[in-house]
T-cell receptor, first 110, second 113 residues
């Protein structure tokens, strides 16, 4: 079975502060990990995926297989980063089904 | 616009009614999905279709019946609506294969009263 855990439902930081959104996963094979973002009342959008190892909007995430984690980080939060963030896992034996974590609401205060 | 589009965006209906949500994608994808987002913002897969064939059916009541007339469309029909069906339903699509990006529609806000 595959599972994704985001331990924080809400993360509130001030503008300019560093941000780390935690994500841990459980999967028996080699997973594909993603971060999706959902701005207020909008569709989910792919933010980044571990396989591409890129930085989007200043966010990065590193897959740590030893700790089974895929934390999302940004050194300086901006107000426009306020949104729901979902960590997701796709496994080869699950028909490309995405399993989502419970989501973390990030609030960036001015 | 290339996208995943779903209609209606908002739907308010009474308990016991039957309703449908339509979804279309013009991305050339072969796999489509329905996800449910509940009031606590949890997102859960409901169904997945590949080339019009059902490949994933999570533990969803059989009042929910997906229909895929072709690989660009995956409609969701719900019979005998219950209060607990109130949620946001997201359609999505991708190419088959683990790791391929899944693209989501804008969501359909269903409220059962």
């Amino acid at each position: 079975a595959q599972r994704v855990t985001q331990p924080e439902k809400l993360l509130s930081v001030f503008k300019g502060a560093p941000v780390e959104l935690k994500c841990n996963y459980s999967y028996s094979g080699s997973p594909e990990l993603f971060w999706y973002v959902q701005y207020s009342r909008q569709r989910l959008q792919l933010l980044l995926r571990h396989i591409s190892r890129e930085s989007i909007k200043g966010f990065t995430a590193d897959l740590n297989k030893g700790e089974t984690s895929f934390h999302l980080k940004k050194p300086f939060a901006q107000e426009e980063d306020s949104a729901m963030y979902y960590c997701a896992l796709s496994g080869r034996n699950a028909g490309n089904m995405l399993t989502f974590g419970g989501g973390t609401r990030l609030m960036v205060k001015p | 616009d290339t996208a995943v589009s779903q209609t209606p965006k908002y739907l308010v209906t009474q308990m016991g009614n039957d309703k449908s949500i339509k979804c279309e994608q013009n991305l050339g994808h072969d796999t489509m999905y329905w996800y449910k987002q509940d009031s606590k913002k949890f997102l859960k897969i409901m169904f997945s279709y590949n080339n019009k064939e059902l490949i994933i059916n999570e533990t969803v009541p059989n009042r929910f019946s997906p229909k895929s007339p072709d690989k660009a469309h995956l409609n969701l029909h719900i019979n005998s609506l219950e209060l607990g069906d109130s949620a946001v339903y997201f359609c999505a699509s991708s190419l088959k294969g683990a790791g391929n990006t899944i693209y989501f529609g804008e969501g359909s806000w269903l409220t059962v009263v």
